[in-house]
């Protein structure tokens, strides 16, 4: 799809330019140019079209159909409606309370909670464009499976109590409110536009970290001096990912050229899902309607969902 | 008339508080605009996603900021 661009940004650095082909620096501006352009393209278009869809899918909606379904099938639902909605960390709370109110159990909005974040607009668009589309398929399809298990574990543990909040119970049904296209269509372009502004600078500082990388660092860097197998590699990698999450923009690219490097793709998932799915700012959002030991629970379980999959990838691949 | 912007303090709601205040403007209105941070009043209104445009009592928009042409529409009709 991008062999054109791989073509003419060669061009402009080998010819143009005039650095070496083959050489650190050459091989290093070519990988940056090239790979800038191509992640911004890719982040634009991939973003606009899931927000647009997205709009479609109103998470008052989300919750009709979840409401009063058993208990699995809820979890089920909730974990898949998660990747379907919107999801914004500012609106977490309004969300995690209406779910409640709907009299939907605590382990299925967990499920949704889990969910929403962890398939989050640039993260799919960035594995798109970065690592393709069968780990783009994995990377959700492991989510869904981390958030409707960990949901499960959550829901059986009787810690309704621990919800800081008086639910009161409201009637799920809804009413869509009818946007005509043209407006939906503007408004997810307003949205990509923000939200590119918001992290086109992560993604270059990204990329060019990972352009260095790509040059300079030898192939076997990460086996050799990281310890790309050992068992603490996936740990290490949760750890790190919890406080990354305005940079997930900007890590993705560091990913790639680390997994170039040897970096097993267990562990590269496993960072990944913890930079979105394991934000420090949307706990700190919770704080306000959860005890301490619920988001306790709640990021432990996670957590340890995201290494077991880390540890599944590395097997399996 | 009476208007409430419900949001927890994100930067959409502030954008919506914004546009509202040039709808009323613009429609030449005379109405009270009130903004409603607190997350159980929020929570009232059955909303889930925020911000929320809320005209005399009755929920007319969620999660989106919409145009200033669109809310004087929403509160001409109101």
């Known amino acids: ?105 605590l382990g299925v909005t967990f499920s949704y909670l889990i969910s929403a974040p962890m398939s989050d607009a640039v993260v799919i668009a960035l594995l798109l464009s970065l690592f393709g589309w069968k780990i783009a398929v994995l990377y959700v399809g492991l989510g869904l499976l981390v958030a409707i298990i960990a949901g499960l574990i959550i829901g059986s543990m009787n810690l309704d109590k621990e919800v800081l909040i008086e639910i009161k119970p409201v009637d799920a049904s809804y009413e ?25 600078l992560y993604v270059i500082i990204g990329v060019g970290i990972g352009a260095f990388i790509h040059g300079y660092v030898p192939q076997d860097f990460i086996t050799k001096y990281a310890g790309g197998d050992a068992w603490y590699a996936v ?68 957590g340890f969902g995201i290494l077991l999959v880390g540890y599944m990838f590395n097997i399996i691949l | 008339m009476k208007i409430e912007v419900l949001g927890t303090g994100c930067s959409k709601c502030k954008n919506l508080e914004k546009v509202v205040q040039d709808a009323v403007a613009k429609a030449g209105l005379f109405a009270q605009i009130e903004k409603v941070e607190d997350i159980a009043k929020i929570m009232e209104y059955g909303l889930m996603s925020t911000p929320g445009l809320v005209v005399d009592g009755d929920v007319k928009l969620t999660g989106r900021v919409p145009s200033v042409d669109e809310i004087v529409g929403i509160l001409r009709e109101a």
Not at chain 1, 78 to 84: D, N, R, T, Y
Not at chain 1, 240 to 268: H, Q, R
């Open chain 1, 1 to 105: 799809m991008f062999a054109w661009w791989e073509k003419l940004s060669a061009g402009l650095v080998f010819d143009l330019f005039g650095l070496e082909k083959g050489s650190h620096l050459g091989e290093a501006v070519h990988f940056f140019i090239y790979d800038t352009i191509k992640i911004f393209i890719l982040l634009v278009g991939i973003i606009y079209l899931v927000t647009l869809l997205r709009s479609y899918f109103p998470v008052e909606k989300a919750r009709e159909y979840i409401a009063g379904k058993n208990k699995l099938l809820g979890h089920v639902m909730a974990a898949f409606f998660g990747v379907l909605t919107p999801f914004c960390s500012c609106s977490a709370i309004p969300l995690f309370l209406g779910f409640l109110q709907a009299r939907i159990p």
């Open chain 1, 176 to 200: 869509e409110q009818k946007i005509p296209f043209k407006i939906r269509a503007f408004e997810a372009w307003e949205f990509t536009r923000d939200l590119f502004k918001k992290i086109y």
């Open chain 1, 235 to 302: 740990p290490i990698a949760v750890i790190m990912g919890i406080p990354m999450y305005a940079s997930a923009a900007g890590i993705l690219p560091l990913v790639e050229a680390l997994s170039a490097k040897g970096m097993l793709m267990g562990t590269a998932i496993s960072f990944m899902m913890a930079v979105v799915a394991l934000s420090l700012p949307e706990a700190m959002i919770l704080k306000r309607v959860l005890s301490m030991k619920l988001i306790g629970i709640f990021f432990g379980t996670v």
